[in-house]
């Protein structure tokens, strides 16, 4: 059997079990499906990632859609909207203490964890597989690809700490391991 139709499979079954997972979680019941989604982006992202429009495109939905979960997640107090400091029509999104909560109460979910526990070291070696999968789909594709900080080609680490070369800014300790909207690829030559 080839291999795309089997991995397709593997991949919508495990998203189903975890839609099914949140939907019959007894702390999830307030936020819709796609309201949770852009929470957990959110406690994600850096600093340079979490625009309205960087969830937009994380997620990959309308403007409308996200725009309207967002202003709902605002109005039941899960994240606040500040300006951006150096461009007034810039706003950033950061989650209140009570959404900060919910994820650490519920993520990762319990029954990833515990089937990750029992595959041991295999688990590991299965999040190299899917990290490959992720990049090979996404190498030549003009879409941001949302990497880990650390693995980013402008990521420097200096003596003073990690430093973006694309930005000229120091970064903070926590955020080479945040995703990143204008995260890049390595160059070949430098991988
Ligand atoms: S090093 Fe790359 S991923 Fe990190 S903040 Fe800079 S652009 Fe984003």
Redesign the pocket.
């Known amino acids: 059997m080839r291999a795309g139709p089997v991995l397709f499979d593997l991949l919508e079954r495990l998203s189903s079990l975890t839609r099914v997972w949140f939907r019959e979680h007894p702390l999830l019941t307030e936020l819709q499906p796609i309201q949770l989604s852009a929470l957990l982006y959110l406690s994600r992202c850096?600093r340079?990632s979490n625009t309205p429009l960087a969830v937009t495109e994380y997620l990959g939905l309308t403007k409308g859609t996200v725009s309207q979960s967002l202003k709902a997640l605002e109005l039941n107090g899960w994240l606040v909207k500040t300006q951006d400091a150096r461009d007034k029509r810039s706003v950033h999104l950061n989650l209140t203490p009570q959404a900060q909560a919910l994820l650490g109460a519920v993520m990762p979910p319990d029954f990833l964890q515990a089937a990750a526990q029992r595959m041991g070291t295999r688990a590991q070696d299965l999040e190299g597989l899917l990290l490959d999968l992720l990049r090979t789909i996404q190498q030549g594709s003009d879409v941001p690809s949302f990497?880990l900080?650390r693995t980013?080609r402008?990521?420097r680490t200096l003596p003073a700490g990690a430093f973006?070369?694309?930005?000229q800014e120091p970064?903070e300790v926590i955020?080479p391991d945040l995703i990143?909207r204008?995260?890049?690829m390595p160059d070949p030559v430098d991988a």
Request: glycine letters at 6%; hydrophobic letters at 20%.
């Open positions: 850096n340079y990497g900080c980013c402008f990521h973006c070369e694309l930005t970064l955020e990143c204008e995260h890049r």
